[in-house]
Each structure stands twice: as C-alpha cells, then as structure tokens.
C-alpha cells in the first residue's frame, strides 16, 4: 500500500455537533460533517424536532433555539450515540418523546443512562432497560453521579440533562472516557469545568459557532493496522483527529513497535488534529487493558487482526463492554478471525491472540450486522493467502460509506 487519503469527518463530533448547535440559539456552521448513517439520524431527529437545517457549499447550517415537540416517534436507526445524548437533552423538555431504533439498536442496555437521569427526575421507561425509551419531560435537579464504568455517553447523556437542570450537575467516572463533549460545550460557552475524571456543568445558554470537524481516528485505524501488517507499506492519512481520549490505539502501536510518526499537529475548533505516516513494522505482542480501554473500545477488533501478525502473544483485557456493542464483538471477533485460521481466543472481558499467523482465508465470514466488525474482517482480508467473502458488508455504510473507495486509493 503506497499513497495518502484523506481520513472522513468524526462519527462522534458530527453527532454532538449538530445536537449542540439545535440547543443554541442562531445560525451554527458545521464543516466536514460525517455522512455515515449513524450521524444522519442525529440530523434527522433535529430537524423532527423543530431545528431548521440547510447544506449550503458543503457546509451543514444549523438554525437552533428551542425545541418542539415531535409529531412521531424519533428513529435512532442503528446509532447508540443518537439514542443516549438525546434522551439526556429530551429529558428535561416541556413535552414527551419516544427513542426508537432498529433491531440491533433495541438489543443495547439503556439502564446505565436511565438511572443516572432518572435521579435528576426524569421519567425515563424502556422495556426491561432496553429501548424504545419513552420519555415525558420534566424538571430536573442537578446531582453528583458516580457512574461504575467509564462511559462517553452515559457522562455526554448526564451533562446535557444538567445543562437544563436547577444548580451544579457533576459526573465522576473511574477513568476518562473520551471528551468531546466537555471540549465543545466549553466552546460553545457553557458553564463546564474538568478534574481529572470528574466533570461539572451548570446551567447554560450555548453560543452559536463554526464547528470545523476532523477526521475520525476510529475509521483511520483501519488503515493504521493495514499500513502497518501489509509487506512493503507506507502510506500517509491526512486531518485525522488526534484527542488524547480517543489515541490509544497509537499507544499500541508504540507498544507493539510499529512506525506510526505524526506530522503537522494542529488545533481545530477546540480538537487536536494532525497527519499520520504509516509503515509497514515487524510487530511484537503486548498486554492492553486498564485506563487504556476507553480510548480504543471501538478500535480492538481491528487490533486483534493486527495482533495475528504480532510476534508473541498479545492479551486485551477489561473489555467487557465490547459484548454491549452493535454485536457481541468479543464473541464474533473470535469466532470469524478462527475461521481465517488465527490462533486467538476468547475470555470474558477479552481476547488471546497467538502470532505470528499465517492467515489462510478462502471462507466465508459474518459480521453480524456490525460495521466495525466488517471493516476488521476486510483488513484481515489484506493478509489472507486466498480471498474471503463478507457477507453483510453493507453495514459499513452505517460509519464510513467510503471505506471501500479509500482502500481502492492504495490498489
């Protein structure tokens, strides 16, 4: 793989984008807006509640102010995002609403946001803590919650209910999740203030402003691992954000020994930003686990095929939470990657991958209707002695619509 892309606008910035820019009230403009699907039903629900919205010379114009109440149910679709930050912003509303979502979406645990919000009194019901979440508006008190588990969205679901809640809203979680919504909120002029791993907000008017989005590093990690395991690579990703929340996977590319420099760091809109130079490396194992798991969750499956051309053995840990995503993936990881004939297995809040592997491919793999997942298995694909048929390979339109066309870039 020779040659330089330009890495998509970030899922998760896009979606708080246009979520704080409805809240603010006047003209927002969004550069680089994710067109994956995931951040489109976040338009989608704005515009369902009263938000005028326009895309004028590629930029996404957000005219917000006060919400409405919707005329239907508000569909998530596939996003876990959509649905968690806005129950947090439809709480404290003057009207009811209904989150709904696809099938995928109506399997993924709702309780770790219903409780918090339901102390500040919201009315917040779903069935067996699962959606669709009914909401009626209501109230709400500020409160210090100490959540069990170190969650963006629970955390981004709990500031912005405190944003309208009467006095101080604090969240505490073990260790810090990724923070875009701390950063944007305090670019907006929010009243927010950061302690380590503590977050308080009070309540606040957001100003309107352009919002220039960076590249996503979670899609950018798909060519980071191809960069690095495909003989004689070097490629180069430009505009790919680079937040200290959402780097580890960098982290474990040091770790590992691989050639990842990067060049012409930047900051946009409150974010870090800079560009990528990949090489292909002669990986080495290693143990990830710990503080480390929030800042690459979405990251791991693509790190397990990165790890079945590591030297040694490479063991991830403290990621239970990889069961609760669009699939099981700890589970589906390890079942597709056996079949391409890794020596990886599974344990209950991880993997174990043997390297170096000799993938055989030549089979068929399933990706359970998730996206990540479907990217991981194409990456193995690079490194496979026979091709391999995906089925469900559309899912990666719900992230990165241009996934294909960019590998295609390399040849």
């Known amino acids: 793989m020779k040659g330089t892309i330009t890495i998509p606008s970030d899922k998760s910035i896009s979606h708080r984008a246009?979520?704080?820019?409805?809240?603010?009230?006047?003209?927002?403009?969004?550069?680089?807006?994710s067109n994956g699907q995931?951040?489109?039903?976040?338009?989608?629900?704005?515009?369902?509640?009263?938000?005028?919205?326009?895309?004028?010379?590629?930029?996404?114009?957000i005219r917000g102010g006060k919400l409405q109440a919707p005329a239907a149910d508000l569909d998530c679709g596939n996003s876990g995002t959509t649905m968690r930050l806005m129950a947090g912003i439809l709480a404290g509303q003057n009207f009811n609403s209904t989150l709904t979502g696809d099938s995928s979406l109506s399997k993924r645990p709702m309780k770790r946001i219903i409780e918090p919000l339901s102390l500040m009194g919201a009315v917040v019901n779903g069935t067996d803590g699962r959606p669709p979440l009914q909401i009626i508006g209501a109230p709400l008190q500020g409160i210090h919650y100490i959540c069990p588990l170190a969650s963006a969205q629970v955390k981004s679901a709990v500031l912005l209910a405190g944003l309208h809640a009467k006095g101080k809203t604090t969240f505490t979680e073990p260790y810090l999740s990724r923070n875009h919504t701390e950063i944007m909120l305090k670019y907006m002029g929010a009243a927010i203030n950061t302690n380590g791993a503590a977050v308080s907000i009070e309540p606040s008017e957001l100003k309107p402003r352009t919002i220039?989005?960076?590249?996503?590093?979670?899609?950018?990690?798909?060519?980071?691992?191809?960069?690095l395991i495909v003989p004689d690579s070097e490629i180069i990703l430009k505009n790919v954000g680079l937040n200290p929340t959402r780097t580890g996977i960098l982290d474990v590319v040091k770790k590992m020994g691989g050639s990842v420099e990067i060049l012409d760091k930047r900051t946009v809109s409150g974010e870090q930003v800079g560009d990528l130079r990949v090489k292909t490396s002669d990986l080495t194992g290693c143990t990830i686990e710990g503080e480390l798991i929030p800042r690459l969750i979405d990251e791991l499956p693509v790190i397990a095929v990165m790890a079945t051309q590591a030297n040694g053995q490479t063991i991830i840990k403290d990621a239970q939470d990889l069961r609760n995503k669009e699939s099981d993936r700890i589970k589906a990881t390890v079942t597709e990657l056996k079949k391409l004939g890794a020596g990886v297995n599974e344990t209950e809040d991880g993997f174990i991958i043997k390297g170096k592997t000799k993938l055989t491919g030549g089979v068929e793999v399933q990706t359970y209707h998730d996206h990540r997942l479907a990217m991981s298995l194409y990456v193995a694909n690079l490194v496979c002695e026979r091709p391999i048929k995906i089925n469900g390979f559309e899912w990666v339109n719900i992230s990165f619509p241009e996934f294909e066309q960019l590998f295609d870039t390399f040849g």
């Open 212 to 227: 220039e989005i960076p590249g996503d590093i979670s899609s950018a990690a798909y060519f980071i691992a191809a960069g």
């Open 18 to 33: 246009v979520m704080f820019a409805s809240l603010a009230h006047g003209a927002s403009t969004i550069k680089n807006f």
């Open 38 to 61: 995931d951040p489109l039903s976040t338009l989608q629900i704005c515009q369902a509640l009263g938000i005028q919205t326009e895309f004028k010379d590629r930029n996404l114009i």
